[in-house]
């Protein structure tokens, strides 16, 4: 295959390394960038995809995957986001299995390994894109633009853009989908090789690229896009097809289409066998998926509902603005751009189509250089700069289905491709006009390193949830999503006030988000303010009948306000709405135990702990019940079987341990009461009753031993000063009688 001409690296001023130390030097750096996030917690969506994700348990057979979304969920669920990706689930099993647990730091190593993989990768991917594909007499393929190719590379593995996928472990998809969307575009350019005889093609290595290209779909859906763009490769490389040509051609009807390239060296063979393979994987994947659209809300990507079919094009071509920018200049980047962040155009005389046209006048001058050049150099390396960055976003424009964001950041790991090539085209052409290159290349090298600065700041913020949240604040202030979760994660750590002003404020930038008034009712309640709790909770179930959990706090609500035929109404309602709801049962039981409607109450726990049989509170409440109403024996057998369930809960010893004591059963008492303070050795209850054992026992003096251990943790213990005083009487009592 002839050497392309000319050669882009003649006009760039930038370090030459060989092939090995060049990849050396992307691993190192982009190993650097995202270093410091390799012992990170499980922040936002990696709670749901990772955590709650049953998917990943040994208990759950393998042959779930292929049936369950990436969250878990089954594809036929109405619920279902569709989002099919069994592979990178399968890596998060793994690593689970190999941590013992759910230890976030072999997650996030794997995350960095896969990134700078890529970005090494890069290395070879951008040399044939930049510098052509050509290949020696031994059949080794050359890079013919090492400096040129080294830079994109560089460029690449340092985008701060990049952050979410490494540094967030759900961006483990986008990383895998990446790893082999560019192993199966290296194994398509493998496919042309030169021996003695003169041009040939392998079917072999064509079909391997497309096994690999259903590969990259299992891991994220983008990762279809990449037969697209083997075939715009091969149009454009193998080929060399002038497209603005051909196009002139097939409008004219001209019999001369096999000159124009069409038909040489297979081509429309090969061009078959992709599109064969990608109708394969499409139709495999729609027969699993179902022909269900996902279930998406208006909060989710509000352009996407607008009526107006002008409104809509408007803010989807905004979006791609941001993205474009986001691209160019990625210092504002924000976990979440949903709910409110990016208000919607609804008229031509908002300034930010200002934005639109900016975005198309590029595209539209670059999309012309691209077909009208004279140079064939110069067009190659504009239309394949243009397919990596618009065909892999492709998926994610809205154009043939809704998608559930309004930007992610994510979705342009595979896009920033094409970036990094125009990029470095452009920087190309600057260098060739500039006087002063090496000024030049000082201004890329700050760019590089503001880039890997910004990338350590990015990553120390992807830590922890706090960081994340926080950071989001100053970016995205009209986001009732990041309010809202600034103000759960300040619930979660205890403060409550803090946390009330983020909920209000999340209710006052979306008065439809029944998820905040439903956390905001909570912290309400537990500080008895009760009224407004239920307004809230009253609110959330009016504005989503379905949900299921407010309905349930709506009942604890009017249960404290003593309003219990409606406290039963709410708690029904829920579990209407979520068949399996335990902790609905749970406080359903509590409000009969209220009402001594007690053989309700017991039924309602049972209900509870077959749903979850972990759950400690129902089987406690059970047997101090049962304890309460006078039936050890019944008492004592709900104990035994809640700790066969649950053998390490104090509780539950502590709770079973009164029961034998009455039933006096001492020593099968005492081992248990030791046991759970073993567990537990501050709560002064366990060493109180204890102590009371042992004085029915007649065993005195650690009856006083423990008396005074619960004393001392809790001078004010119901109980324990009475008895303790009437143990010192009848000590001295005795000691009297012993000293007559």
């Not at 594809?75 to 986001?81: E, F």
């Not at 759900?170 to 493998?190: E, I, M, N, Q, T």
């Not at 649950?646 to 009164?658: E, G, R, V």
Request: glycine share 6%; proline share 3%; net charge positive.
């Amino acid at each position: 295959m002839a050497q392309m001409e000319p050669n882009l690296d003649h006009d760039v001023s930038w370090f030459l390394l060989p092939s090995y130390w060049a990849k050396m030097v992307v691993a190192l750096i982009s190993f650097l960038c995202f270093a410091n996030s390799y012992d990170g917690d499980f922040v936002f969506d990696d709670s749901e995809a990772i955590i709650n994700n049953k998917d990943l348990r040994a208990e759950t057979p393998l042959g779930d995957l292929w049936y369950h979304d990436f969250w878990g969920s089954k594809l036929s669920s109405n619920t279902s986001h569709k989002s099919y990706r069994p592979l990178t689930v399968l890596t998060f099993r793994i690593n689970y299995l190999f941590a013992g647990g759910f230890y976030p730091v072999g997650f996030h190593v794997i995350n960095i390994i896969l990134h700078c993989t890529i970005s090494v990768l890069m290395v070879d991917v951008f040399s044939i894109l930049l510098g052509g594909l050509q290949f020696s007499n031994k059949g080794r393929r050359l890079n013919l633009a090492p400096k040129s190719s080294l830079l994109a590379a560089l460029l690449f593995a340092v985008h701060p853009v990049h952050t979410e996928c490494v540094a967030g472990i759900v961006g483990r998809a986008d990383l895998l989908c990446a790893l082999f969307f560019l192993l199966s575009f290296l194994g398509y350019c493998k496919a042309f090789k030169e021996n003695k005889e003169g041009h040939t093609f392998s079917v072999f290595w064509v079909l391997v690229s497309v096994v690999l290209g259903a590969i990259a779909m299992l891991c994220k859906e983008q990762g279809i896009t990449i037969l697209g763009l083997n075939a715009v490769f091969d149009a454009l490389v193998i080929n060399k097809i002038n497209l603005l040509e051909l196009i002139r051609k097939l409008l004219y009807k001209d019999k001369s289409l096999e000159n124009a390239g069409l038909l040489r060296k297979g081509l429309l063979f090969r061009i078959t066998l992709l599109m064969c393979g990608g109708a394969g994987i499409l139709y495999i994947r729609w027969r699993i998926m179902g022909t269900g659209p996902p279930a998406f809300t208006e909060v989710d990507n509000p352009a996407s509902f607008a009526d107006s079919l002008f409104v809509r094009a408007i803010n989807y071509n905004y979006y791609y603005s941001l993205n474009a920018w986001l691209l160019l200049c990625p210092w504002w980047l924000c976990f979440d751009w949903s709910m409110g962040c990016i208000p919607l155009i609804k008229s031509v005389s908002d300034w930010r189509i200002i934005a639109l046209a900016a975005l198309w006048f590029c595209l539209i001058g670059l999309i012309c250089q691209a077909l009208c050049s004279e140079d064939s150099h110069k067009r190659r390396i504009l239309t394949l700069g243009l397919g990596f960055l618009i065909i892999p976003f492709l998926p994610a424009s809205n154009l043939f289905f809704r998608v559930g964001f309004v930007v992610a950041e994510r979705v342009i790991y595979l896009p920033s491709i094409g970036y990094c090539i125009l990029f470095t085209y452009g920087f190309s052409l600057l260098s060739k006009q500039a006087k002063k290159k090496k000024i030049l290349a000082v201004a890329v090298l700050g760019i590089l390193l503001i880039n890997v600065m910004r990338c350590a700041l990015r990553s120390s913020q992807w830590r922890s949830e706090e960081q994340l949240f926080r950071s989001a604040l100053s970016v995205c202030p009209l986001n009732a999503k990041v309010h809202y979760n600034v103000g759960k994660n300040l619930a979660d750590k205890g403060n409550q006030s803090a946390a009330i002003k983020y909920y209000r404020e999340a209710v006052r930038l979306n008065p439809k988000y029944v998820h905040a008034m439903n956390n905001l009712g909570n912290i309400l309640k537990e500080r008895n303010e009760l009224h407004e709790a239920e307004e809230l909770l009253s609110l959330a179930v009016q504005i989503q009948p379905d949900f299921a959990a407010a309905w349930m706090n709506l009942g604890i609500v009017q249960n404290s306000l003593r309003r219990f035929e409606e406290a039963e109404q709410s708690y029904w309602t829920a579990i209407k709405h979520r068949k399996k709801y335990p902790d609905c049962y749970y406080n359903l039981g509590r409000l009969y135990a209220d009402l001594n409607r007690h053989i309700d109450a017991l039924n309602a726990w049972r209900n509870a702990t077959v749903l979850k049989p972990e759950h400690s509170l129902a089987w406690n409440n059970m047997i101090i019940l049962l304890d309460n109403t006078g039936n050890l024996a019944q008492a004592e057998a709900v104990g035994r079987e809640a700790l066969e369930l649950i053998p390490n809960d104090h509780s539950l010893m502590f709770s079973l341990a009164n029961v034998l004591g009455k039933s006096q059963k001492y020593k099968e008492s005492e081992a248990l009461f030791l046991k759970a303070i073993k567990a537990n050795p501050n709560a002064a209850s366990y060493h109180g009753n204890l102590a009371v054992l042992y004085h029915r026992w007649g065993n005195l003096d650690l009856a006083k031993k423990h008396y005074e251990v619960s004393l001392k943790l809790d001078p004010m213990a119901p109980g324990t000063k009475e008895n303790y005083n009437l143990l010192r009487r009848k000590l001295e009592q005795l000691q009297k009688k012993g000293g007559a």
